[in-house]
């Protein structure tokens, strides 16, 4: 059963960069197959992407969080990042590192989920 | 706003079945997949490839498509399928899963 468990500081002060590692276990980055992915979620409010990463290291974003946003993986640790800088109180949110699988051109899901990460910005 | 409307809330009675909806273009080409999230917890995939259940999702819980509608129907609706449900497909950018609804709540009378 594969498992996802996101950790990192719980507080960030505005203008700095927010930092989440999420740990897999039950299987292999390494082995490749999946898109390893960060979404977030305002408080009280929908889902948002924010990207991924395949194991070889290939990312790809949200065009709206681009500019801020690097999610890198370690194979060797069995775990990937997300980092976003210059985060101000509208980052804000829960954080849910999940894996992604594509089943062909046309069709993909978040087939496995982390519990989640509440990051506060805040001076 | 979203690539993928959603009606913010649809009620069912208990034991009937229901129709969630999820509009987009790009719906016409690439399917969707279908969230449930009940309060302080996270997401659960519960239909993916158009009609696909997980392991462990009832078979109560299916999709379906046509052009720019994908639906998500539970037949039979229990207080436990009470939540928001989210679905999930392409963005105007390209990526496969990067594009969300903003959700409907789903209350159980």
């Known amino acids: 059963q594969v498992q996802l468990q996101e950790s990192g500081p719980g507080l960030v002060k505005p203008s700095q960069t927010l930092s989440l590692t999420c740990t897999v276990s039950?299987?292999?980055?390494?082995?490749?197959?999946?898109?390893w992915s960060w979404i977030r979620q305002h408080p009280g409010k929908g889902l948002e992407w924010i990207g991924y990463?395949?194991?070889?290291?290939?990312?790809y974003y949200n065009p709206s969080l681009k500019s801020r946003v690097t999610i890198s993986v370690d194979t060797s640790k069995n775990q990937f990042s997300l980092k976003l800088t210059s985060v101000t109180a509208a980052d804000t949110a829960i954080y849910y590192c999940?894996?992604?699988?594509?089943?062909?051109?046309?069709?993909?899901?978040?087939?496995?989920w982390g519990q989640g990460t509440l990051v506060t910005v805040s001076s | 706003s979203s690539e993928l409307t959603q009606d913010p809330a649809v009620s069912v009675a208990l034991g009937q079945t229901v129709r969630i909806t999820c509009q987009g273009d790009?719906?016409?080409?690439?399917?969707a997949s279908w969230y449930q999230q009940k309060p302080g917890q996270a997401p659960l995939l519960v239909i993916y490839?158009?009609?696909n259940r997980p392991s462990g999702i009832p078979d109560r819980f299916s999709g379906s498509s046509s052009g720019n509608t994908a639906s998500l129907t539970i037949a039979g609706a229990q207080a436990e399928d009470e939540a928001v449900y989210y679905c999930?497909?392409?963005?105007?950018?390209?990526?496969?899963?990067?594009?969300f609804g903003g959700g409907t709540k789903l209350t159980v009378l």
């Open positions: 790009r719906l016409r080409s690439y399917y």
């Open positions: 490839a158009k009609d």
């Open positions: 999940a894996r992604g699988e594509f089943y062909g051109d046309y069709v993909g899901a978040f087939d496995y």
């Open positions: 990463t395949y194991y070889t290291g290939s990312a």
């Open positions: 999930n497909s392409r963005d105007s950018s390209g990526n496969l899963l990067g594009a």
């Open positions: 039950g299987g292999s980055i390494g082995s490749g197959g999946y898109y």
